[in-house]
């Protein structure tokens, strides 16, 4: 029902910016929630950053506000992921996920999502 494709992962130096994105395909865009998962080495995956392509909320794990943004652009069905003065613990796969959304909340719980892509690689080195 829905399919992701992350892309603009690579290699980068600590201080640096990248643009992750996420074209999402689905019938009615709109009624989900996108959010990005990080799976670094040996750690589990994180919930990063979500956002509700309905009406634009967002929410972010506490240790990328003021980092990282999420955002959409709904006629383009891509929803972005910026990441600013990376570091390299945030060297990671980034997975874009989906769910339906449901109620008024933003969920940031692994399982919480129905929807994933493959992910895409992020490297920061020192």
């Known amino acids: 029902q829905v399919q992701l494709a992350e892309s603009g992962g690579g290699l980068v130096q600590a201080g640096d910016s990248r643009r992750l994105s996420c074209t999402v395909s689905a019938r009615t865009t709109n009624e989900y929630t996108i959010a990005w998962f990080q799976k670094a080495p040996v750690k589990e995956r994180e919930f990063v950053a979500a956002?509700?392509?309905?009406?634009?909320?967002?929410r972010y794990a506490e240790s990328v506000k003021g980092r990282f943004t999420i955002s959409s652009d709904n006629a383009k069905n891509t929803v972005y992921l910026q990441l600013n003065n990376l570091k390299p613990e945030d060297t990671a796969v980034y997975y874009c996920?989906?769910?339906?959304?449901?109620?008024?909340?933003?969920?940031?719980?692994?399982?919480?999502?129905?929807?994933w892509g493959q992910g895409t690689q992020v490297t920061v080195s020192s």
């Open positions: 956002v509700r392509l309905d009406d634009g909320r967002t």
């Open positions: 996920v989906a769910r339906h959304s449901d109620n008024q909340y933003i969920y940031a719980g692994l399982y919480d999502y129905d929807y």
